[in-house]
T-cell receptor, first 115, second 110 residues
Framework: GAVVSQHPSRVICKSGTSVKIECRSLDFQATTMFWYRQFPKQSLMLMATSNEGSKATYEQGVEKDKFLINHASLTLSTLTVTSAHPEDSSFYIC???????????FGSGTQLSVL | QKEVEQDPGPLSVPEGAIVSLNCTYSNSAFQYFMWYRQYSRKGPELLMYTYSSGNKEDGRFTAQVDKSSKYISLFIRDSQPSDSATYLCAMKNAGNMLTFGGGTRLMVKP
């Protein structure tokens, strides 16, 4: 079964609104989680590394004020897309290491559509 | 040059064929190697994980690593239409950052 749970799987929102995506590790603690963005027929693009109890580390070109990441507990990281615009429409996926950085497991992804 | 190179495909094979998917890499520090399968609009699913040169088998899947050539492969025997997906290779050193290939799209036709 799934070891990383991601919700919602799909969200449609109006331009200017904010959307929160949750990523939970099931049955294990994840001090580090990752957030990716994926466009159709393209590979995963790492957006940021989420660290429990500290600030996230963002990849170059990713706006930290637009993509707010909170990793408040060892099993939950959230990504909030603030003031979403149509160009933010994409597939967002989270992941977490299980078992001492040996195996990386992914959530099921969230398809965000901004109208 | 990318650290990890993977042919994007698409690779189209008839049902029952043996599929060979490959990645090459340039960073000799990579120690751990993984293969993921991703269906459309879903998160990647871990298929195989290995950290040594040689072969590792799991059902119809065999992962092969050749560290001397910096080359990894995933073989799928008796391919099924349900194997149609994008396959991503991934690898890392001792740290926690995974480097992905671009993915190969596989289509298995009935």
């Amino acid at each position: 079964g799934a070891v990383v749970s991601q919700h919602p799987s799909r969200v449609i929102c109006k331009s200017g609104t904010s959307v929160k995506i949750e990523c939970r590790s099931l049955d294990f603690q994840a001090t580090t989680m990752f957030w990716y963005r994926q466009f159709p027929k393209q590979s995963l693009m790492l957006m940021a590394t989420s660290n429990e109890g500290s600030k996230a580390t963002y990849e170059q070109g990713v706006e930290k004020d637009k993509f707010l990441i909170n990793h408040a507990s060892l099993t939950l990281s959230t990504l909030t897309v603030t003031s979403a615009h149509p160009e933010d429409s994409s597939f967002y996926i989270c992941s977490a290491w299980r078992g001492g950085n040996e195996k990386l497991f992914f959530g099921s992804g969230t398809q965000l559509s901004v109208l | 040059q990318k650290e990890v190179e993977q042919d994007p495909g698409p690779l189209s094979v008839p049902e029952g064929a043996i599929v060979s998917l490959n990645c090459t890499y340039s960073n000799s520090a990579f120690q751990y190697f993984m293969w993921y399968r991703q269906y459309s609009r879903k998160g990647p699913e871990l298929l195989m994980y290995t950290y040594s040169s040689g072969n590792k088998e799991d059902g119809r899947f065999t992962a092969q690593v050749d560290k001397s050539s910096k080359y990894i492969s995933l073989f799928i025997r008796d391919s099924q239409p349900s194997d149609s997906a994008t396959y991503l290779c991934a690898m890392k050193n001792a740290g926690n950052m995974l480097t992905f290939g671009g993915g190969t799209r596989l289509m298995v036709k009935p």
